[in-house]
């Protein structure tokens, strides 16, 4: 089944299925979602407890054309069934903290899933009208009434003022550590999630953490195996492990009648 796209899997599910996955993706409460890089390309993961939490929702229960769902386990069963259409698929993080595919597909308690899916199409239109229309009315500046021009003035010096804040941020965590891992090694980091993959709030929190040599060294050797390793496979390469494993749930994963 090496042949296999996710495009061509989400084509062949039934529309109580993409329903469904419709409703995880774009719904409400809708589903809590996570921004990643896998493959150096921004994707959007989630967690499995998290979609089961969903599908138990009352929101969930009011919709119309889906798989009634009034238990946990009657949860589970549907994203079972979901899987094999690959609008999401399992991840995990390697020893980089990157996010990578996995070829052996199941559900995991505590499992990471990458959306493959990005939402009808209409949404896609969408956002392309609205582009034309930002580039429309950005163009017809001239025509605004002057109290709007001045105010559309200031975006440019607010631009430059949040720049400036992060390059003040980014040098006073390396002079402070500096400063401390003579003082006080191994030193301090302010903000040590300053420049990690994570939320706005999160990465002032916390203030401040100790050094870690050992989290240095491990992430340095980690990189050394992979340049002294083969190639990191790509996501196609990935998807062609993965995709035929996940079409194994379409015979034992059943939702209850």
Known sequence: M???????????????VRRVVEFLRTGQPGL?????????????????????RVLMS????????????????EAR??????????????????????????????????????????????????MAAAIIAAVILYTSIPLWPYRVQLAISYIPVAAIAF???????ALLRQVIFALTSFAFAPGIW???????????LESFVPVWAWH??????????????????????TQSQWLNKALPNAMQFEDTARLPN
Not at 91 to 102: C, H, M, S
Not at 190 to 200: L, Y
């Open 2 to 16: 090496s042949h296999l796209t996710p495009a061509g899997a989400q084509a062949s599910a039934p529309d109580e």
């Open 32 to 52: 809590k979602t996570r921004s990643g890089v896998m493959n150096e390309k921004r994707v959007d993961y989630f967690k499995r407890k998290h979609a089961l």
């Open 58 to 73: 009352d929101e969930y229960s009011k919709l119309k054309g889906v798989p009634p769902v009034a238990t946990e386990d």
């Open 77 to 126: 069963a549907l994203l079972a069934r979901i899987l094999p259409f690959a609008f999401f698929l399992l991840i995990e993080r390697n020893d980089q903290g990157a996010l990578v595919l996995v070829p052996q597909q199941d559900f995991k308690p505590d499992g990471l899933y990458v959306w493959l899916y990005d939402g009808p199409a209409w949404r896609l239109y969408a």
């Open 163 to 169: 720049l400036a804040f992060y390059v003040a941020v």
């Open 190 to 200: 302010v903000f040590p999630n300053w420049h990690e993959d994570c939320t706005v």
């Open 212 to 233: 870690d040599p050992s989290a240095v060294h491990a992430k340095k050797a980690a990189k050394k195996r992979e340049r002294k390793g083969r190639k990191p496979k």
